[in-house]
């Protein structure tokens, strides 16, 4: 009970977060943000995997994403042309060391979301689920990043797309990789859970994976807020590139409430419907 309602919290205290960084965006906040969701993942996640399934699941992520990203930039292979600025301070190889978090913390939630909308992933699991949980989890991931990457590419400078693309800047090959990416490591970790997943414990209850839907929920909203509360005026980015900062975030609200808001939505009347807890 103590840690369902500590897991309500970080919910709550996230959205403070979120509403604290359009104010004021730097490092040190999204370090803080990405904190709170890296304590939800791994406290949710040990209840329903164990401590040892949530640090397979961490494991896997951080390798697979650091590997691919330092690839990407290195190569132009999964995501395209493009580098990292200086503005997500120090990295690791090629790559601002909050990039792994920042997979982690969304993953874990759209890893939630994938079992809720398929099935979870038990030892022994068939063919069909092992590949359709992950696949769903990763299109639930690669949600937030077509929300994310106009904003913080541009304005932001995050990082910089050489080429530029045609969704304000970005190109499609960002978004193939990123699903690359997601998918590679939640199969991995589907193929682990076949293999040695724990023996079945008593089910959560409703409420748990509704915390994680949540989760999900504010992150969605943060897009929709910045829109709401923050004016328009002409920028530059650091590839050189004239943009209006009100369309860019503007472009992220529909994205956000028509893409990665449906998905909770569905995820929680999924939820609602079901006769029992979900496994």
């Known amino acids: 009970m103590a840690c369902r309602r500590f897991l309500w919290l970080l919910v709550v205290l996230l959205a403070l977060v979120e509403l604290v960084a359009i104010a004021r965006s730097n490092v040190a906040l999204t370090s803080l943000h990405l904190a709170v969701m890296l304590t939800f993942a791994f406290v949710h996640g040990a209840m329903r995997y164990g401590g040892k399934g949530i640090a397979a699941f961490a494991v896997i992520c951080l390798v697979v994403s650091n590997a691919l990203e330092n690839i990407g930039v290195a190569t132009g292979f999964p995501f395209g042309a493009y580098h990292y600025t200086d503005v997500l301070g120090p990295k690791l190889g090629y790559v601002p060391l909050l990039i792994g978090p920042a997979y982690l913390g969304v993953g874990y939630l759209a890893w939630v979301l994938g079992t809720v909308l398929v099935a979870d992933i038990k030892r022994g699991s068939d063919t069909l689920t092992t590949l359709a949980t992950p696949a769903i989890g990763a299109f639930v991931m690669v949600l937030w990043d077509l929300t994310l990457d106009p ?129």
């Open 151 to 279: 904003a913080v590419s541009t304005f932001g400078q995050w990082w910089v797309w050489e080429g530029g693309g045609g969704f304000f800047g970005v190109p499609l090959s960002n978004y193939l990789g990123w699903y690359l990416t997601v998918f590679a490591f939640m199969l991995i970790f589907a193929l682990y859970m076949r293999a040695r997943a724990p023996e079945p414990s008593a089910p959560q209850p409703k409420s748990y994976y509704m915390q994680a839907t949540a989760m999900y929920a504010v992150v969605a909203l943060q897009f929709v807020v910045n829109y709401a509360v923050k004016g328009s005026e002409p920028l530059v980015d650091a590839a050189g590139v004239q943009w209006r900062s009100g369309d860019i975030l503007e472009a992220s609200a529909i994205t956000a409430l028509f893409t990665m808001l449906f998905v909770a939505v569905l995820a929680a009347v999924t939820i609602i419907r079901s006769p029992a807890a979900v496994h």
